[in-house]
């Protein structure tokens, strides 16, 4: 299961960017097409987050569709595998969006004194 490893990295990310603030919420984009499963990362979340200033945080995950251009006639279309084939009979495809995985927002506790 390499969600556990990426857990890891997600935490120590977001460890870094909080400065030492409590985290309160963690809003992860994972796309369709990475190979990532949002469900193992939702079980590893909390276990990687032990003893950090990110447990307790709400972890929340938008999953990102799989959308492909056409190269041979430019449509654009949603795709749910990183291959496939266009209307037109091309198979000549790019990805637009789908394969990311990104720490969209970190939400931190400030204390006012």
Same mark, same amino acid.
């Given at each position: 299961?390499?969600?556990?490893?990426?857990?890891?990295?997600?935490?120590?990310?977001?460890?870094?960017?909080?400065?030492?603030?409590?985290?309160?919420?963690?809003?992860?984009?994972?796309?369709?097409?990475?190979?990532?499963?949002?469900?193992? !990362?939702?079980? @590893?979340?909390?276990?990687?987050?032990?003893?950090?200033?990110? /447990?307790?945080? %709400?972890?929340?995950? =938008? &999953? #990102?569709?799989?959308?492909?251009?056409?190269?041979?006639?430019?449509?654009?279309?949603?795709?749910?595998?990183?291959?496939? !084939?266009?209307? @037109?009979?091309?198979?000549?495809?790019?990805?637009?969006?789908? /394969?990311?995985? %990104?720490?969209?927002? =970190? &939400? #931190?506790?400030?204390?006012?004194?």
């Amino acid at each position: 299961m390499h969600e556990l490893g990426i857990t890891r990295n997600i935490i120590a990310i977001v460890k870094e960017n909080a400065h030492n603030h409590r985290v309160k919420r963690v809003t992860l984009e994972i796309g369709k097409l990475s190979a990532i499963m949002p469900d193992a !990362i939702e079980f @590893c979340f909390d276990i990687c987050a032990q003893g950090t200033i990110v /447990e307790g945080a %709400k972890l929340e995950i =938008i &999953e #990102v569709p799989g959308m492909a251009r056409c190269q041979q006639c430019g449509v654009t279309f949603t795709v749910d595998k990183p291959f496939g !084939i266009c209307q @037109c009979g091309s198979v000549g495809l790019d990805l637009i969006t789908g /394969e990311e995985l %990104k720490i969209r927002e =970190i &939400e #931190v506790e400030e204390l006012c004194v």
